[in-house]
Each structure stands twice: as structure tokens, then as C-alpha cells.
């Protein structure tokens, strides 16, 4: 791919570049057929295989992370191995490795956790913030909220600063949607009652409902479901619809709503997806 060539031999490949391989230096060197196998990445690293060994390579096979027992992990912006000592983190801008060994790591989209004896620390780059230190764990939710407990107090930490505290039997989950491709991530806070909370991807509370479920199947429609049947409710929890269905259906074409059917008694009515 791009400008690399593979060559196999006996089980083993080698690595060479395009340029390597038109300038005659095929044979003023011996090529090394080291790897079981390669991958690529973003068309930028290349990962290299060799028994228990892994390497990590420019495209034009300059060597980022040396040939070493530890397995690395490309995850966006960053990258760092996991061996029996503990993590790495590396930063390929520098090409220097970090001094520093971690715990453990977790990445997310513009989000790098570390922890370091026996504590976490955040780092945020979304809002350029100052890094949370001093946590006693973290869970990466969704691309915009994090589920962090510092000195015991757990809550979810939303990438704006937007701070929502949790209490003891509280439940934290994400909407289930229809639609594949939309861009909200709307979280579920449940209590031992049976009342749900419906919270937005910034943080903001949007309504609560006693029932069976909800459902995201527009971007700023809801499928709620009760004992008394289904109701489609906007983002204040009002009703769209004037009355209850027995069943309430998106229609999906390409990964988008077509229409919503519904149910109701024997009749069938079809909502276009015009109206929305």
C-alpha cells in the first residue's frame, strides 16, 4: 500500500519502500524477512509482527517504537504499549518516548486517561482544560461524557464542564437509537423508583418518564414506551402525536428514517418523512 512493498518468503516477510526497491538497494543489502505479518494505519504507522515481538514504522520504515515483547496500540492521537511492566505512552510528534510507566491507559475521542499509583488523572485537549488529577476511576461513556468518582463521589463529567452529580442506587446508560449515523448520544439516568432521566450529550436534563423504555429515532424525537401504549415526545418530553399507539415503527432507508408507521387497533397510519 502506498509507496511500501512486502515480499514473502518461507512464511516471512520483509518491508522495503518503492524507492528502495527502484534504486538498486535491493541488492547492496540483505533484506531482513522478519515479520509474520504487517498492518497499516491511517496511511501514516506501520505495525510489524514477529513472534511475540511488535515494532511500530513510518511509511518510509523509519522505527517509532523498537522491536519489543509488548503490544502496541494506535488509538487516534495516541500510542502506547502494554507489556508485563506496565504501559508506555508515546509521542510520535517528538519520536521520544515518555519516561514515565502507567498502570494502565485509556484513550477517547480527544481524551487520555493514565493512572499512576493506584490514582487516575484526565486529560482533556476538547476544551484546552486543566487536567483532572487524583481519581479513584473513570469510564470513558461516550465521545462526550465520562463517568468519573474522585474521594468516593461519582458523576458524569461532560467534555463543555458541565458536571452531573450521581446518587447511591443511580444508573447510568446510553439511548438506544435508530438512526446508525446520528451525531447525540443521549444518556438514560435510572433510579431504584423506576423514574428515568433523559440527558442530553451536553449535560442538560431534558424530562423523566416512569415506563418500559425509550428510543431515539430522529435526532430530536423520542419514542417512548409505557403501559399504555407508545407516544413519540420531543426533546421537553411533550407529545407530537395527539394520542397512544399500540406499536410505533421507523421505517429505515439507508440508515435514516423513511417514514414511521403505527398501529393502533386494526388501522395502520404513515407518518412521511416530510412532516419531519
Same mark, same amino acid.
Given at each position: 500500500?502506498?509507496?511500501?512493498?512486502?515480499?514473502?518468503?518461507?512464511?516471512? *516477510?520483509?518491508?522495503?519502500?518503492?524507492?528502495?526497491?527502484?534504486?538498486?538497494?535491493?541488492?547492496?543489502?540483505?533484506?531482513?524477512?522478519?515479520?509474520?505479518?504487517?498492518?497499516?494505519?491511517?496511511?501514516?504507522?506501520?505495525?510489524?509482527?514477529?513472534?511475540?515481538?511488535?515494532?511500530?514504522?513510518?511509511?518510509?520504515?523509519?522505527?517509532?517504537?523498537?522491536?519489543?515483547?509488548?503490544?502496541?496500540?494506535?488509538?487516534?492521537?495516541?500510542?502506547?504499549?502494554?507489556?508485563?511492566?506496565?504501559?508506555?505512552?508515546?509521542?510520535?510528534?517528538?519520536?521520544?518516548?515518555?519516561?514515565?510507566?502507567?498502570?494502565?491507559?485509556?484513550?477517547?475521542?480527544?481524551?487520555?486517561?493514565?493512572?499512576?499509583?493506584?490514582?487516575?488523572?484526565?486529560?482533556?485537549?476538547?476544551?484546552?482544560?486543566?487536567?483532572?488529577?487524583?481519581?479513584?476511576?473513570?469510564?470513558?461513556?461516550?465521545?462526550?461524557?465520562?463517568?468519573?468518582?474522585?474521594?468516593?463521589?461519582?458523576?458524569?463529567?461532560?467534555?463543555?464542564?458541565?458536571?452531573?452529580?450521581?446518587?447511591?442506587?443511580?444508573?447510568?446508560?446510553?439511548?438506544?437509537?435508530?438512526?446508525?449515523?446520528?451525531?447525540?448520544?443521549?444518556?438514560?439516568?435510572?433510579?431504584?423508583?423506576?423514574?428515568?432521566?433523559?440527558?442530553?450529550?451536553?449535560?442538560?436534563?431534558?424530562?423523566?418518564?416512569?415506563?418500559?423504555?425509550?428510543?431515539?429515532?430522529?435526532?430530536?424525537?423520542?419514542?417512548?414506551?409505557?403501559?399504555?401504549? *407508545?407516544?413519540?415526545?420531543?426533546?421537553?418530553?411533550?407529545?407530537?402525536?395527539?394520542?397512544?399507539?399500540?406499536?410505533?415503527?421507523?421505517?429505515?432507508?439507508?440508515?435514516?428514517?423513511?417514514?414511521?408507521? *403505527?398501529?393502533?387497533?386494526?388501522?395502520?397510519?404513515?407518518?412521511?418523512?416530510?412532516?419531519?
Amino acid at each position: 500500500g502506498g509507496d511500501l512493498i512486502t515480499l514473502s518468503n518461507r512464511g516471512k *516477510m520483509a518491508l522495503l519502500t518503492l524507492a528502495e526497491l527502484t534504486g538498486n538497494a535491493i541488492d547492496e543489502k540483505e533484506l531482513s524477512f522478519i515479520y509474520d505479518e504487517v498492518e497499516t494505519f491511517d496511511q501514516k504507522y506501520v505495525l510489524g509482527f514477529s513472534g511475540d515481538a511488535e515494532i511500530l514504522l513510518n511509511f518510509r520504515l523509519e522505527e517509532l517504537i523498537p522491536l519489543g515483547i509488548h503490544e502496541i496500540y494506535v488509538e487516534g492521537a495516541y500510542v502506547y504499549t502494554k507489556s508485563k511492566w506496565g504501559y508506555k505512552l508515546f509521542d510520535l510528534k517528538e519520536n521520544l518516548l515518555k519516561v514515565d510507566l502507567y498502570q494502565e491507559i485509556q484513550t477517547g475521542v480527544n481524551k487520555l486517561a493514565i493512572k499512576k499509583n493506584n490514582n487516575w488523572n484526565l486529560f482533556r485537549n476538547a476544551i484546552k482544560s486543566e487536567p483532572i488529577l487524583d481519581l479513584d476511576s473513570i469510564f470513558f461513556l461516550t465521545d462526550r461524557a465520562t463517568i468519573i468518582v474522585k474521594s468516593g463521589v461519582r458523576s458524569i463529567l461532560f467534555d463543555n464542564g458541565t458536571t452531573v452529580s450521581l446518587k447511591a442506587g443511580q444508573s447510568v446508560g446510553r439511548m438506544s437509537k435508530s438512526i446508525e449515523k446520528a451525531n447525540t448520544d443521549y444518556l438514560l439516568l435510572s433510579n431504584d423508583g423506576g423514574l428515568v432521566k433523559v440527558i442530553s450529550p451536553t449535560g442538560k436534563s431534558l424530562f423523566e418518564f416512569k415506563g418500559r423504555g425509550v428510543e431515539q429515532i430522529l435526532d430530536s424525537v423520542f419514542l417512548l414506551k409505557t403501559k399504555k401504549g *407508545m407516544r413519540l415526545v420531543d426533546e421537553k418530553g411533550e407529545n407530537i402525536l395527539s394520542r397512544a399507539y399500540e406499536l410505533i415503527e421507523p421505517e429505515l432507508q439507508r440508515g435514516r428514517v423513511h417514514y414511521i408507521s *403505527m398501529v393502533r387497533g386494526n388501522r395502520v397510519f404513515s407518518t412521511r418523512k416530510r412532516n419531519y
